[in-house]
């Protein structure tokens, strides 16, 4: 399908995905869309949750209490949600993909005796999708922007550092105290950076139910 729009991001690329179809907790499949010639223009994983662990992603806990959905559509993680289309799509083109993502979500929920939800949507992936549902998307929270030093991880960690030195020499506290809080902050893997940031820099999380 090549480089979807917007960007996929950790959570909805290709190696997580093949992770989270081991998970025991959701049984997992996908609503593709296909041109004529077989092309892909849209698709979205979609989980039947058995047992989640997330009390983020719990329908009991962030929805209202006549929202009971187990389908989620999109991304299960990474609170950082929206459909996959294709890149250069016109607006009936993404409309129509959308709407056709949406009924294949709901023939899946609907085989099991539920319906589905798309959780965390950013502010675009909310508005693409609203046209195809009838009822407004619910806002589940907002992110704030956090601007990060350089362009990579080592400039992170490196910042951080020097942030914690900069305190140390202000405060009354011990040195030691901010040694620990730094070897904390930098013990930090590639990985869990990339997922902190990509939450970071997100806008709007909201959530399209049925």
Do not use: K
């Amino acid at each position: 399908m090549g480089a979807p729009r917007p960007p996929a991001g950790l959570y909805l690329s290709h190696r997580w995905l093949a992770g989270e179809e081991e998970d025991p907790t959701a049984t997992c499949a996908y609503a593709l869309v296909r041109d004529l010639e077989g092309t892909l223009l849209a698709a979205a994983p979609l989980y039947l949750v058995r047992d989640e662990p997330n009390d983020s992603y719990r329908p009991g806990t962030v929805l209202p209490p006549h929202l009971r959905p187990r389908v989620i559509a999109g991304a299960r993680r990474g609170y950082h949600n929206t459909p996959l289309t294709a890149p250069g799509l016109g607006p009936d083109g993404q409309d129509a993909c959308l709407t056709l993502l949406r009924d294949a979500a709901r023939r899946f929920a609907d085989h099991h005796g539920t319906t589905h939800w798309w959780p965390y949507l950013t502010t675009l992936a909310a508005t693409r999708l609203a046209p195809v549902y009838p009822a407004p998307a619910l806002r589940l929270q907002d992110d704030a922007l956090i601007p990060l030093p350089g362009t990579g991880i080592e400039d992170y960690i490196s910042g951080a550092a020097s942030a914690c030195a900069a305190n140390a020499a202000t405060s009354p506290l011990p040195p030691s105290t901010y040694a620990g809080r730094c070897s904390r902050t930098a013990s930090r893997t590639p990985e869990s950076s990339s997922a902190d940031t990509s939450r970071a820099t997100g806008t709007t999380g909201t959530a399209s139910t049925r």
